[in-house]
T-cell receptor, first 114, second 111 residues
Framework: EAQVTQNPRYLITVTGKKLTVTCSQNMNHEYMSWYRQDPGLGLRQIYY???????DKGDVPEGYKVSRKEKRNFPLILESPSPNQTSLYFC?????????????FGPGTRLTVT | GEDVEQSLFLSVREGDSSVINCTYT??????LYWYKQEPGAGLQLLTY?????DMKQDQRLTVLLNKKDKHLSLRIADTQTGDSAIYFC???????????FGTGTRLTVIP
């Protein structure tokens, strides 16, 4: 089954404790992206990657890191989480240069930072 | 990012039509999308329209695009309780692969 998976689905952590949210897709997609969803703000892009070893900042990259060492995985790293990073996070992938650039979303990771 | 705006809430009775509206500011948008987010799930593409089209119909869904006013709407005919969800409009620009999302409209269908 074609899908985007994220782990963990739920995470409660404390300020300053490094964490990683994993994202994996099995569709051989070139493009992957991370979003955060906050009430009243919709989805905002954190980082995206057009291909292996190519990553770029989105609209709200501060406090986050990503890596793209292989095509299928795109982990999101919070080196020192803070309470304002409490949010619902989505990973997405799409086949670059394939109109209409349909993005496939993972199920989401709900992060709470206390 | 670009400015894509939606009203936050909409309630309709089962069987009525729902119309969800979206305005955007970037005239270079090439594709405009409607995504649906059901409770506890990720977003799923519902439909999309290319910017040189005025209308697209897909079963119960009708998308209308007014490019002059930068206004996009999604009409759901015969709305069912299973249509209750958050609906996001999104746009993409020429040469980009980044979607800009609206704030989302929470549709509640009253039985």
């Amino acid at each position: 089954e074609a899908q985007v998976t994220q782990n963990p689905r739920y995470l409660i952590t404390v300020t300053g404790k490094k964490l990683t949210v994993t994202c994996s897709q099995n569709m051989n997609h070139e493009y992957m992206s991370w979003y955060r969803q906050d009430p009243g703000l919709g989805l905002r892009q954190i980082y995206y990657s057009m291909n292996v070893e190519v990553t770029d900042k989105g609209d709200v990259p501060e406090g986050y890191k990503v890596s793209r060492k292989e095509k299928r995985n795109f982990p999101l790293i919070l080196e020192s989480p803070s309470p304002n990073q409490t949010s619902l996070y989505f990973c997405a992938s799409s086949r670059e240069k394939s109109v209409p650039y349909e993005q496939y979303f993972g199920p989401g990771t709900r992060l709470t930072v206390t | 990012g670009e400015d894509v705006e939606q009203s936050l809430f909409l309630s309709v009775r089962e069987g009525d039509s729902s119309v969800i509206n979206c305005t955007y500011t970037d005239s270079s948008s090439t594709y405009l999308y409607w995504y649906k987010q059901e409770p506890g799930a990720g977003l799923q593409l519902l439909t999309y329209i290319f910017s040189n089209m005025d209308m697209k119909q897909d079963q119960r869904l009708t998308v209308l695009l007014n490019k002059k006013d930068k206004h996009l709407s999604l009409r759901i005919a015969d709305t069912q309780t299973g249509d209750s969800a958050i609906y996001f409009c999104a746009e993409i620009q020429t040469g980009a692969n980044n979607l800009f999302f609206g704030t989302g409209t929470r549709l509640t269908v009253i039985p």
